[in-house]
């Protein structure tokens, strides 16, 4: 079985769907999955829609994307863990490749990725430059992750320092571990921060980040795009 692990703040809009397509997915793949939604301090009606969409709901109150996953893992039953983000669509071709790249040795993974809806031009000029520096280096996006439970217990799980960026660490303590697979078929997620924050927001995060380093990774308050909880309110 597989266990999939939705980290989730305040997502009534987009969890509904990437539910359904993790259940059509599966059911697709032919694989037993269990969906874990880990409501991490919501306000709106996140956990009640995960319930009524058949996932276990875990309630934590942390307002971070790492300890979040890390409550979903240790509360999952499966074998093989996939971390899905509230506001990403997956489809079969995932889960089979997933699937056989982890029984055929590699120690996990991640996917591509292309965002929805509309986005400025700037914006997807940002995506493809991000995709192709970041995935050139064979890390994981945060949207889609998988390892096994063995390994995820190995590394420690996510590192609950950061507060931005645990994918990449994360990524590369699998590959510490083995050879890490990212696949090309892309998983689709929300292109919201694109479309609700202009260039100079987006870029003089990223780019803090950067400069900063872990200082200003393990600094929510230095992250307010991540986690000041906006949303759009209505489907892309």
């Known amino acids: 079985m597989i ?52 996932a276990r709901v875990i309630r934590i109150n942390r307002r971070q994307i790492a300890a979040a996953r890390n409550a979903g893992a240790r509360a999952a039953r499966g074998e093989y863990l996939f971390f899905v983000d509230a506001d990403t669509r997956i489809t079969r071709t995932h889960i089979v490749e997933a ?65 931005v960026g645990e994918e990449g660490y994360f990524s590369l303590a699998l590959r510490n571990l083995g050879r890490f697979k990212v696949l090309r078929e892309p998983i689709l997620t929300s292109g919201r921060k694109l479309r609700m924050y202009s260039a100079k927001q987006i870029l003089g995060n990223f780019f803090g980040v950067i400069v900063g380093g872990p200082r200003v990774a393990r600094s929510r308050a230095r992250l307010r795009i991540w986690y000041d909880g906006k949303r759009e309110k209505h489907a892309a």
Do not use: K, M
Request: one cysteine or more; hydrophobic letters at 50%.
């Open 3 to 54: 266990s999939v692990v939705i980290p989730a703040y305040n997502e009534e809009l987009e969890l509904s769907a990437t539910i359904a397509a993790i259940r059509a997915a599966a059911s697709g793949a032919a694989q037993p999955c269990e969906v874990i939604v880990v409501d991490d301090a919501s306000t709106d009606a996140t956990p009640e829609i995960a319930s009524h969409a058949g």
């Open 99 to 163: 699937v056989a790249a982890l029984e055929g040795g590699y120690a996990g993974g991640s996917a591509r990725v292309a965002v929805d809806g509309f986005v400025p031009l700037w914006g997807r000029v940002f995506v493809r430059l991000f995709c192709s520096l970041y995935f050139g280096f064979n890390l994981g996006a945060g949207a889609f992750l998988f390892t096994t439970r063995r390994n995820f217990a190995a590394i420690g799980g996510f590192d609950e320092q950061y507060f």
